[in-house]
């Protein structure tokens, strides 16, 4: 898989990552070949799953990432219903699941990752979910009943919008998590706050807790939660704890991997002929191992390096993370790094219907989170990305527009 041209690319993994790669690859004006493996029928969409996929709103058409028409269109040859079970480095090769070898000059591991199970007994019963796949999906929303008793472990992004949906379909939903308020360190103390007691206000019960035991009863699944007496009992148990990234093909080709597959700044893997993209692709920046960013946006632009670098193309400019999430109907979207900030200004009022918290550190904004005002997120991340000085009065004004937080000098642009 080394030498200069690159004439042959497999990508393995058809999640946002991987079909970003191979758009990437053709937009920047690749024109070898081009083949994308997954084990699906088709790539499809992840973020729905929790939502409407699992509500019953959308249907698996409705994921697809790409239609058939733009596979073809872009050359990119499909390889569905299959996996790739090796990579063979040395020899120029991938070798798929019927043991067909592939020539590939360049391989991108998009291989995503798998639901996180903590070691709690009883979490091999039928009535224990997890939220990866579509399949994961179709097999909980039958269960999602009204009345159906669902204990959610992990108020994590999925977890609470597992609640989110549960309770919206009817079921009695008790949603525990060890953390008195969860994503504090991702979307401040304010709006982590609020966010959990949104919970409480849609009929969630939420527990400080973890769950020690389960036991399958049959007819229902009893849960030993720490520090409580007695044993509950509930119809469905959906876990949501986290996520591990898939690095067995990495691990085996002999690449380095650390909780995910060790990449530098253009995704190279410590093989140069294997790239990884997407959840578990894991950066090292001057030496230091970054945590894994499991986020839509950020698999997006990791294909969009990786496909400059396979191109020997100026790689796309940095920009901080971004990522959203929606639950009991708010949609809520947060930007750059919360836990750097020294400070954090409200813009508006948490009983607004519209509301942003910024953070600040040293005159800049370095994050924003933001519940219905995507427009302030959008602001603050040009900001963060250009480094507007922040002035503390006009970003807590809801008066003012996002789009004037901008400019440095206030010009009295109004939302209203
Ligand atoms: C339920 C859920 C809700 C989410 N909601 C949000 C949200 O609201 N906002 C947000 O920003 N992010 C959200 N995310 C996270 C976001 O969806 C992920 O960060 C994103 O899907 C990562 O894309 P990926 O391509 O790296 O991995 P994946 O989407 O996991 O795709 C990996 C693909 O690789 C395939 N694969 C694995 N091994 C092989 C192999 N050996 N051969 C071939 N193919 C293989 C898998 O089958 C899979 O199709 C959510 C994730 C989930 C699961």
């Not at 379909?169 to 949104?198: F, K, M, N, Q, Y």
């Not at 918290?357 to 904004?365: A, E, K």
Request: proline letters at 6%; aromatic letters at 4%; one cysteine or more.
């Amino acid at each position: 898989m080394t030498g200069d041209r690159v004439a042959r690319v497999v990508v393995v993994g058809g999640g946002i990552a991987g079909v970003s790669t191979a758009g990437a690859l053709r937009a920047g004006g690749f024109d070898g070949d081009l083949t994308l493996v997954d084990p699906g029928e088709f790539p499809y969409d992840r973020p729905p799953l929790s939502k409407d996929f699992l509500s019953g709103a959308k249907n698996i058409g409705q994921l697809a990432l790409q239609s058939s028409r733009w596979y073809d269109d872009q050359r990119v040859r499909l390889l569905n219903r299959t996996a790739v079970t090796a990579l063979r480095p040395r020899e120029g090769k991938v070798e798929l699941a019927d043991g067909t070898l592939l020539p590939a000059d360049r391989v991108v591991l998009a291989t995503g990752g798998g639901a996180a199970r903590p070691p709690v007994p009883g979490l091999d019963s039928e009535r224990v979910h997890v939220l990866r796949t579509a399949t994961d999906a179709d097999r909980l929303r039958p269960q999602l009943t009204p009345g159906a008793r669902v204990l959610v472990v992990g108020a994590g992004l999925i977890g609470s919008e597992a609640a989110s949906t549960a309770v919206r379909l009817g079921c009695e939903v008790t949603l525990v998590d060890p953390l008195a308020t969860p994503l504090v360190s991702v979307l401040g103390t304010e709006l982590a706050g609020w966010l959990h007691d949104l919970h409480t206000w849609h009929h969630v019960t939420t527990a400080q807790t973890t769950v020690e035991a389960l036991t399958d009863r049959g007819g229902h699944i009893e849960a030993r939660l720490a520090g409580r007496t007695g044993l509950r009992s509930y119809d469905v148990v959906v876990l949501g704890v986290g996520m591990v990234a898939n690095t067995e093909l990495a691990e085996r080709a002999g690449l380095e991997t650390d909780r995910g597959i060790v990449v530098d700044t253009g995704q190279v893997t410590s093989n140069p002929a294997v790239l990884a993209v997407g959840d578990p692709a894991r950066t090292r920046h001057d030496g230091v191992l970054l945590p894994r960013t499991e986020h839509w946006e950020a698999a997006q632009h990791d294909g969009a390096r990786a496909a400059a670098t396979i191109l020997g193309a100026p790689a796309p400019a940095p920009t901080v993370p971004w990522f959203w999430t929606d639950r009991h109907g708010r949609h809520i979207e947060a930007v750059g790094h919360m836990a750097d900030a020294e400070r954090t200004v409200l813009r508006g009022s948490c009983d607004d219907p519209a509301f942003t918290v910024f953070g600040l550190r040293g005159g800049h904004v370095v994050a924003a989170a933001s519940v219905d005002d995507s427009a302030a997120v959008r602001a603050a991340r040009r900001m963060i990305d250009r480094r507007v000085p922040a002035d503390a009065g006009r970003l807590s004004d809801p008066a003012v527009n996002p789009r004037a937080l901008l400019r440095t000098a206030p010009d009295g642009e109004r939302t209203g």
